[in-house]
């Protein structure tokens, strides 16, 4: 759990948020700073942005975390405690800083680079003295809106290294320095001088030009930055929620709470109270904290916490968990277990501590520069070099050289990813799939497993009417339809699940004449037990079997093995009479939904075997089971033994996805190598997951998969072409036969290539 100053010295866990890191390579740093300092063990997400110390033996808990805070910015980088999950305002994170400034320098940096652009590329609008207006707008693109780009490079200096960063501010700071050096001392600032240049010119010692005649180079130098940042920011934004999960797991509990004082009810917030408290609950109210039942009878609706469908009774004696829901009778409840030592607490911690252990992914344009970055710097000193030493001027020798740098400007590298992960993400969205990042595409590569949660995943979630048996068949004396319509018409008159799936079934068998449900008089619900009333005059009677026993109605013998069947299927059976009379048996269940099968069968075909995973009863997760096509079943789980489920499959050797829409199923979504949630769902599993299909129809699920290894697909597609784009045209820079303006027509013409790459994902169906 995160640790705060004063109560760190308690635990031997402190969570940090860091800001500033630009790849993963900075996470490494920093994680490796950190193990540096005795008795400490660090683990850096860049993903999540956050670092994860432990340590043991810590006499001074408030300077251990000012140390470690000092040891981070010591690196290059900031930390912090991380803002607490409930607070609704988190904008004061690393990260969230991190996004805001990155807009702003993002939209600066577009609007002054526009002009420049405009002015280098079309003659026409060209006036007098713009290239010195295009110094004055060039100057704060390249230098205020890139510093991130130029911040990192000096860091990665400063350790030794180098990376695309690097790449980014030579090529822009040379571009620029360049441009600067051709306006002050040659013609370039001349009100005749016009931006003109040819795909023939010849190398400067060849052709005889003079530095009278040298190109400015603004364009290029603003046109990188900005484009830099337009893929930075989107990449950044992807993970601006980090906290969202457990702001929203929190957030599902009660804010305030009816108090018991001194037989007085008081309505307090819910920080008031205390363990022992008794607290009222009302029929369609949340259950304030964990507790236990001291007076009245209910249904209450567990299915956000457990997964069970079918409401649970309680009465006098029962423990109920804080957050779920009361449908029906009213319950005074005494609290057991109260904050932090909550159930919902403690599956708000199972949700962080599964995020804080994903595997931290590199980022494959990374790993290709970080070979390819060093050989450009030294291909560019050795140009400088070689130029020098066959004698050519030294303007020469440094237009080659800054024609190297910025032809291998990896501009096409830093976009391979963000636009295709835009295009794709945009076409997943547009049909109801929703990619939170990078990270993401990573993971769905290998998945061989999938994980199903059952109740709202590959079943409907709401009760519906399966089946309807009528008492004639025993002698009773009512049809079918007319038992269902007096059955709706008493249950007409409550709110329980149960109650709404028989009132909709007969309203549904009513047709045309929907609505037209008799009203009941003097209706009665028997907490726990049932309902009763009078219906067109007929005293009718709806509940479990006590309930008939209680008012003297005789139930045939087959009952009992009627019940056993239908519970042993995951249905919740009840019985009706009519005047005293046993009069039928209405069988109320959540069933599966048409797709699902189809569904199944995709996922299978795309090489992972199915789990289905519930907290129901055996029998109803094995009836859905058989029914979509599923032989590995997982029942009666509870939240962290779903984790476990997943963890037990991990260490098969299996690669997890993790489908699920409860709250039950975040710390499961998150653990898993790919989290993917039902956007019919709660907002703890979408934000816990790392894919949302909107429609709630389990064959999304096959197509976020199909797309995600497409947008996958391309992105390796993109890094080839860019990276094989710099291998051939760097030689050509070298050997003077680019100038610095056709090197920078080059490498815009490379990143138009990736980005039209990127957009054939808009056909993906």
Request: proline share 4%.
């Given at each position: 759990?995160?640790?705060?100053?004063s109560?760190?010295?308690?635990?031997?866990r402190v969570e940090l948020?860091?800001?500033?890191m630009?790849?993963a390579a900075?996470?490494?740093?920093?994680?490796?700073?950190l193990?540096?300092?005795d008795?400490?063990?660090?683990?850096v997400?860049y993903?999540?942005?956050?670092?994860?110390?432990?340590?043991t033996?810590?006499?001074?808990p408030?300077k251990?975390v000012d140390?470690l805070?000092?040891?981070v910015?010591?690196t290059?980088?900031?930390?912090?405690?991380p803002p607490?999950?409930?607070?609704?305002?988190?904008?004061?994170s690393?990260?969230?800083k991190?996004l805001?400034?990155?807009r702003i320098?993002?939209i600066?940096?577009?609007v002054?680079t526009v002009p420049v652009v405009?002015?280098?590329?079309?003659?026409v609008t060209?006036?007098?003295?713009?290239?010195w207006?295009?110094?004055?707008?060039s100057v704060p693109?390249?230098?205020?809106?890139?510093w991130?780009f130029?911040?990192?490079?000096?860091?990665?200096?400063?350790?030794?290294?180098?990376?695309?960063d690097?790449?980014i501010?030579?090529?822009?700071l040379?571009a620029?320095?360049?441009s600067?050096?051709?306006?002050?001392f040659?013609?370039?600032?001349?009100?005749?001088?016009?931006h003109e240049?040819?795909l023939?010119?010849?190398p400067?010692?060849?052709?005889g030009?003079s530095?009278?005649s040298?190109?400015v180079?603004f364009?290029?130098?603003t046109a990188?930055?900005t484009?830099l940042?337009?893929?930075r920011?989107?990449?950044?934004?992807?993970?601006?929620?980090?906290?969202?999960?457990l702001?929203s797991?929190?957030?599902l509990?009660?804010?305030d709470?009816t108090?018991?004082?001194?037989?007085?009810?008081l309505?307090?917030p819910?920080?008031?109270?205390?363990?022992?408290?008794?607290f009222v609950?009302?029929?369609?109210?949340?259950?304030?904290?964990?507790?236990?039942v001291i007076s009245?009878?209910?249904?209450?609706?567990?299915s956000?916490?457990?997964?069970?469908?079918?409401?649970v009774?309680?009465?006098?004696?029962?423990?109920?968990?804080g957050?779920?829901i009361?449908?029906?009778?009213?319950l005074?409840?005494?609290a057991s277990?109260i904050g932090?030592?909550?159930?919902l607490?403690?599956?708000?911690t199972?949700v962080?501590?599964?995020q804080?252990?994903k595997a931290e992914?590199q980022?494959l344009?990374?790993?290709?520069?970080g070979i390819f970055?060093?050989?450009v710097?030294?291909i560019t000193v050795?140009?400088l070099?070689?130029?020098?030493l066959?004698?050519?001027?030294?303007?020469?020798?440094?237009t080659?050289?800054?024609?190297v740098l910025?032809?291998?400007?990896?501009?096409a590298?830093?976009?391979?990813t963000?636009?295709?992960?835009l295009?794709?993400?945009?076409?997943?969205?547009q049909?109801g799939?929703?990619?939170?990042?990078?990270e993401v595409?990573?993971?769905?590569r290998g998945?061989?497993?999938?994980?199903?949660?059952?109740?709202?995943?590959?079943?409907?979630?709401v009760?519906?009417?399966?089946?309807?048996?009528s008492?004639?068949?025993?002698?009773?004396?009512?049809?079918e339809?007319e038992?269902?319509r007096?059955?709706?018409?008493?249950e007409?008159?409550?709110e329980?699940p149960?109650?709404?799936?028989?009132?909709n079934?007969?309203?549904?068998?009513l047709g045309s004449?929907?609505?037209?449900?008799?009203?009941?008089e003097?209706?009665?619900?028997?907490e726990?037990?049932?309902v009763?009333?009078?219906?067109?005059?007929?005293?009718?009677?709806?509940?479990r079997?006590?309930l008939?026993?209680?008012h003297?109605v005789?139930?045939?013998?087959q009952?009992?093995?009627?019940?056993?069947?239908?519970e042993?299927?995951?249905s919740?059976?009840?019985l009706v009479?009519?005047?005293?009379e046993?009069?039928?048996?209405i069988?109320v269940s959540?069933t599966v939904?048409?797709?699902?099968?189809?569904?199944?069968a995709?996922?299978k075909q795309?090489g992972?075997?199915?789990?289905?995973l519930t907290g129901?009863?055996?029998?109803a997760?094995?009836?859905?089971?058989d029914e979509v096509g599923?032989?590995?079943?997982?029942?009666e789980a509870l939240?962290?033994?779903?984790v476990?489920a997943?963890?037990?499959?991990?260490?098969?050797?299996?690669t997890v996805?993790?489908?699920?829409?409860?709250v039950n199923?975040a710390?499961a979504l998150a653990r898993?190598e790919l989290?993917?949630a039902?956007?019919?769902g709660t907002?703890?599993a979408?934000?816990?997951?790392?894919?949302?299909?909107i429609?709630?129809?389990?064959?999304?699920?096959a197509?976020?998969?199909r797309?995600?290894r497409?947008t996958?697909?391309t992105?390796r597609?993109?890094?080839?072409?860019?990276?094989l784009?710099?291998?051939?045209?760097?030689p050509?820079?070298?050997?003077?036969?680019?100038n610095p303006?056709?090197?920078?027509?080059?490498?815009?013409?490379?990143?138009?290539?990736?980005?039209?790459?990127?957009?054939?994902?808009?056909?993906f169906r």
């Amino acid at each position: 759990m995160t640790q705060t100053r004063s109560s760190a010295a308690e635990a031997e866990r402190v969570e940090l948020a860091i800001g500033g890191m630009t790849c993963a390579a900075c996470a490494n740093r920093v994680e490796k700073k950190l193990n540096k300092l005795d008795g400490v063990t660090a683990s850096v997400n860049y993903a999540t942005e956050k670092a994860w110390v432990s340590a043991t033996d810590i006499a001074n808990p408030g300077k251990f975390v000012d140390q470690l805070i000092s040891t981070v910015e010591k690196t290059g980088y900031t930390a912090q405690l991380p803002p607490d999950p409930e607070d609704d305002d988190a904008a004061t994170s690393p990260g969230a800083k991190d996004l805001r400034s990155l807009r702003i320098r993002l939209i600066i940096a577009g609007v002054l680079t526009v002009p420049v652009v405009l002015w280098a590329m079309v003659p026409v609008t060209q006036f007098d003295y713009w290239t010195w207006v295009s110094l004055a707008l060039s100057v704060p693109v390249v230098l205020w809106a890139g510093w991130p780009f130029h911040r990192a490079a000096v860091l990665n200096a400063r350790h030794g290294t180098a990376t695309m960063d690097t790449l980014i501010s030579l090529g822009t700071l040379a571009a620029l320095g360049w441009s600067l050096y051709a306006l002050v001392f040659g013609h370039a600032g001349d009100p005749a001088m016009r931006h003109e240049f040819s795909l023939f010119d010849q190398p400067y010692w060849l052709s005889g030009h003079s530095m009278g005649s040298a190109n400015v180079y603004f364009e290029v130098a603003t046109a990188v930055t900005t484009f830099l940042l337009l893929g930075r920011y989107f990449e950044k934004r992807s993970k601006a929620s980090a906290g969202a999960a457990l702001r929203s797991l929190l957030n599902l509990g009660a804010k305030d709470v009816t108090v018991l004082k001194s037989g007085r009810e008081l309505r307090l917030p819910i920080k008031e109270l205390s363990v022992d408290d008794e607290f009222v609950v009302r029929p369609g109210e949340k259950i304030a904290t964990d507790g236990t039942v001291i007076s009245g009878a209910s249904a209450v609706d567990m299915s956000m916490l457990t997964g069970e469908s079918v409401p649970v009774e309680v009465a006098e004696g029962d423990a109920v968990i804080g957050a779920t829901i009361n449908t029906s009778g009213r319950l005074v409840v005494r609290a057991s277990r109260i904050g932090a030592d909550t159930q919902l607490a403690q599956m708000a911690t199972l949700v962080e501590q599964a995020q804080s252990g994903k595997a931290e992914v590199q980022r494959l344009a990374d790993r290709i520069s970080g070979i390819f970055v060093p050989i450009v710097l030294i291909i560019t000193v050795i140009t400088l070099g070689l130029w020098l030493l066959l004698g050519a001027p030294a303007e020469a020798a440094f237009t080659a050289a800054v024609a190297v740098l910025i032809i291998a400007c990896p501009c096409a590298l830093g976009l391979a990813t963000p636009t295709a992960l835009l295009v794709g993400t945009g076409r997943g969205a547009q049909q109801g799939i929703l990619i939170k990042g990078p990270e993401v595409l990573e993971s769905s590569r290998g998945i061989d497993a999938v994980v199903l949660d059952k109740t709202g995943t590959v079943t409907t979630g709401v009760m519906q009417v399966t089946s309807l048996l009528s008492a004639r068949q025993w002698g009773g004396g009512y049809e079918e339809p007319e038992l269902l319509r007096l059955a709706g018409g008493l249950e007409s008159a409550s709110e329980h699940p149960v109650a709404r799936a028989i009132t909709n079934a007969a309203r549904e068998s009513l047709g045309s004449r929907r609505g037209t449900l008799p009203q009941p008089e003097g209706f009665r619900n028997h907490e726990g037990r049932g309902v009763s009333g009078t219906v067109e005059g007929h005293q009718v009677l709806i509940g479990r079997r006590h309930l008939m026993g209680a008012h003297g109605v005789v139930l045939p013998e087959q009952v009992d093995d009627l019940i056993a069947r239908a519970e042993a299927r995951g249905s919740t059976a009840v019985l009706v009479a009519v005047d005293g009379e046993f009069a039928g048996i209405i069988t109320v269940s959540d069933t599966v939904k048409e797709t699902s099968a189809e569904a199944v069968a995709q996922l299978k075909q795309l090489g992972m075997e199915p789990v289905l995973l519930t907290g129901d009863n055996q029998g109803a997760a094995q009836r859905v089971a058989d029914e979509v096509g599923i032989q590995q079943v997982i029942a009666e789980a509870l939240p962290e033994e779903k984790v476990a489920a997943v963890q037990q499959l991990q260490a098969q050797g299996k690669t997890v996805a993790m489908v699920g829409d409860g709250v039950n199923d975040a710390a499961a979504l998150a653990r898993a190598e790919l989290g993917i949630a039902m956007g019919t769902g709660t907002d703890v599993a979408i934000d816990a997951a790392d894919i949302t299909v909107i429609r709630g129809d389990l064959r999304s699920v096959a197509d976020a998969v199909r797309l995600s290894r497409r947008t996958l697909r391309t992105i390796r597609e993109n890094l080839f072409w860019a990276f094989l784009y710099n291998t051939a045209a760097i030689p050509l820079a070298a050997a003077g036969l680019l100038n610095p303006m056709l090197a920078g027509a080059a490498m815009v013409l490379s990143s138009l290539s990736v980005v039209a790459n990127s957009l054939r994902l808009r056909r993906f169906r």
